[in-house]
């Protein structure tokens, strides 16, 4: 009995080591065949790759690194799938804005897809008709500057309520940023203007956006990097991640429907504030709307929360630790201030064209801190070969725009908050040309964002003096130690991970 189990056992390990061999030689045999290597980049193990080798957090700073070794172009394999990063803005430009018809792709992140983000959230969303749909609705009505302009006052009016918050209760900055926040994009959304405490919609968007962090988080579920395990059932073993993932989907399903039927309501009875989603159900009022149209509507205005109000939060975030740590920007952007607005009114978007340093400001505000470190992942949609290195089909491309922003080679002491970089006969590189995304991705509420932050940032500096009172995090570090400084926390969208109380005056 005992001879015929050893059999069976070694019968096994001979196949499994058979197995393996065949996978490696296969392997080999298609590498031989491709046209040009792979971009350079750490030596992968058979079969797994480079899976012990990927970052399980603050992953910029380990692509950043390879980037020095191997260069602007580095690449890395997990299993068969294939990871190229890039470590320049010159690179990112030539491959995803340049060739944008090959690399406008997503790759699925399969959490998210489980728990419905897939189907209509913009960053998300794959290359197709819905996509672009839901880009031509963005464009008309918060695309550019013309567009936006109508909606300047709820801008300003939100800032000076932010500012109202701050003075009340300063010991709060943080939670008054992100409701703020929330406040801009759900008024200019649904022309919803948001309770003071405990908001259903903040809160709803919050648990949403919370949600998709995690959903999107490196090493967060083991099905982002076996998507086979989709398929198992809810009943099976080890697979509570799809009861979470469909918990998920009624979190977005409610965050579109309870704002969308608010504005229905509105318009119904006559008193809907000016917005994107009444502009556009106005628009088309006299016309019979398809299940399409009528879905495009609903959730690209879904999608507006998700992809706008992190973005304005992080920013913001940034601005305050600034000026905490370099008070003499916050004095001089104070001075143009004083000149240009004077002391009887405070700023309004209009004004924006005559304060070029409180524009350097912001645009600093957006580089120091990258709102997105490592990008959205695009992916190919066909095989490519792009300065000598093979690039095949369904990789995966992830901008380093942390390095991007902190590239010596680009920014003068890139770690020092300074704004005047961005002005004089010979400016610095505006981060709005990486910070925003690349090629047919660029993030198409840019200039919502921009003008968000502008207008907070000035109504705050107009009002305001920021002053270090409390300033250490849970472990006791001060801010001021530069390696804590430039840390940030999980996610797609990321945050300054410091913690503090302010003195506003």
């Known amino acids: 009995m005992q001879s015929s189990l050893n059999l069976l056992y070694n019968l096994r390990l001979v196949d499994g080591i058979l197995i393996f061999?065949?996978?490696?030689?296969?392997?080999?045999?298609?590498?031989?065949?491709?046209?040009a290597p792979p971009p350079p980049g750490p030596r992968p193990w058979p079969i797994i790759g480079n899976l012990f080798d990927m970052p399980a957090s603050q992953e910029w700073l380990t692509f950043a690194k390879w980037g020095q070794t191997w260069g602007d172009i580095v690449s890395a394999s997990v299993f068969n799938q294939r990871i190229v990063i890039l470590n320049s803005a010159q690179a990112a430009i030539e491959i995803l804005d340049k060739k944008s018809n090959t690399y406008s792709n997503r790759p699925i992140m399969h959490m998210c897809d489980l728990g419905g983000w897939s189907n209509w959230f913009v960053t998300l969303q794959p290359h197709t008709d819905r996509f672009r749909n839901f880009r031509r609705l963005f464009y008309q009505t918060i695309g550019s500057g013309a567009a936006m302009t109508g909606f300047h006052p709820m801008e300003e009016d939100e800032a000076r309520k932010f500012v109202r918050r701050i003075l009340a209760e300063p010991e709060t900055l943080f939670d008054h940023v992100r409701r703020t926040a929330g406040a801009v994009i759900l008024r200019i959304t649904y022309g919803y203007s948001i309770l003071e405490k405990d908001d259903p919609l903040v809160k709803l968007a919050d648990a949403a956006m919370n949600q998709f962090s995690i959903g999107t988080a490196p090493g967060g579920y083991w099905v982002n990097t076996i998507p086979a395990l989709k398929y198992i059932p809810e009943w099976f073993p080890g697979a509570g991640f799809k009861r979470i993932a469909k918990a998920w989907k009624k979190t977005t399903y409610d965050m579109a429907e309870m704002p969308h039927q608010f504005v229905k309501k509105q318009m119904a009875t006559g008193e809907a504030e000016p917005s994107y989603m009444s502009r556009l159900l106005s628009e088309a009022r006299d016309l019979e709307l398809t299940a399409e149209q009528s879905y495009n509507i609903k959730w690209s205005a879904a999608s507006m929360y998700g992809g706008g109000a992190d973005t304005i939060v992080a920013t913001n975030t940034s601005f305050f630790?600034?000026?905490?740590?370099?008070?003499?920007?916050?004095?001089?952007?104070?001075?143009?201030?004083?000149?240009?607005?004077?002391?009887?009114?405070?700023?309004?978007?209009?004004?924006?064209?005559?304060?070029?340093?409180?524009n350097a400001l912001v645009l600093e505000a957006l580089r120091w801190h990258a709102v997105t470190p490592t990008g959205v992942a695009h992916t190919s949609s066909k095989d490519d070969v792009h300065a000598g290195y093979f690039i095949p089909r369904g990789s995966i491309i992830i901008p380093n725009v942390w390095r991007m922003l902190h590239d010596e080679r680009v920014y003068s002491d890139p770690f020092k908050f300074n704004p005047n970089r961005f002005l004089g006969l010979n400016p610095e590189p505006s981060p709005t040309n990486v910070c925003f995304g690349f090629g047919r991705r660029i993030c198409p509420g840019r200039v919502l964002a921009e003008a968000s932050v502008f207008i907070t940032c000035a109504t705050t500096l107009a009002t305001c003096n920021i002053e270090k009172w409390h300033l250490q995090d849970g472990d006791g570090k001060t801010i001021m130690d530069p390696d804590r400084v430039h840390e940030q926390t999980t996610g797609i969208v990321r945050q300054v991970a410091i913690t503090s109380s302010m003195c506003m005056e």
């Open 321 to 358: 630790l600034a000026m905490l740590l370099y008070p003499e920007v916050m004095h001089k952007a104070q001075a143009e201030l004083d000149s240009v607005i004077g002391y009887d009114r405070l700023p309004a978007l209009s004004d924006r064209d005559k304060l070029p340093y409180t």
């Open 21 to 35: 061999l065949s996978l490696y030689l296969f392997k080999r045999w298609r590498d031989a065949r491709q046209p």
